[in-house]
């Protein structure tokens, strides 16, 4: 799965969503809408399921790259993927907001310095990679997860609905 996540940049073809149980009319957005708002948001939310279906929001850092949402989280949010894989990320500028949804999968070996370089150049902020995890200067560590879109949604504006915009992601 790494090698077709990572070579997928592909651009996805966005259609009308339905949303407010009716279609929206448009004009829909460009794909670069989306993913501009998804590369220079500099918080994320990401909400994962507890075991006992408990939603579970926090937010964090992360980035945007290769068609991939990709974080780490010394978080029990870790936990909770291993049991349920899927989660969403949602991200909002002033009343613009895009959300992920698919399903996570931890990050092992080489694939771990695609985070932590991001971090470094979006963040300014050093992580060191050693034991498949992502090290900070002050001693924390955390595991890396990648969240592989399925659909990703977005609109202009909480009144703009009419530009509800869905991106439909395949995997092979």
Request: charged residues 20%.
């Amino acid at each position: 799965m790494t090698a077709e996540v990572l070579e997928n940049n592909e651009k996805p073809r966005g259609t009308s969503a339905f949303i407010f149980n009716q279609t929206a009319p448009g004009p829909t957005q460009p794909w670069s809408w989306a993913e501009r708002m998804l590369t220079s948001t500099p918080t994320y939310w990401l909400v994962t399921t507890s075991p006992d279906g408990r939603p579970h929001s926090r937010p964090l850092w992360g980035i945007w790259q290769r068609n991939t949402f990709w974080f780490s989280s010394q978080n029990r949010c870790g936990e909770f993927l291993k049991v349920n894989p899927r989660a969403s990320v949602n991200v909002q500028t002033g009343e613009d907001v895009v959300m992920i949804e698919g399903s996570c999968s931890r990050v092992l070996g080489d694939d771990i310095n695609v985070l932590a370089e991001g971090v470094g150049a979006k963040y300014d902020w050093e992580l060191t990679v050693r034991e498949d995890r992502v090290h900070t200067r002050f001693g924390q560590s955390a595991p890396v997860f990648r969240l592989n879109p399925e659909r990703i949604y977005g609109w202009t504006g909480i009144a703009g609905w009419e530009t509800a915009t869905r991106w439909d992601f395949t995997r092979s």
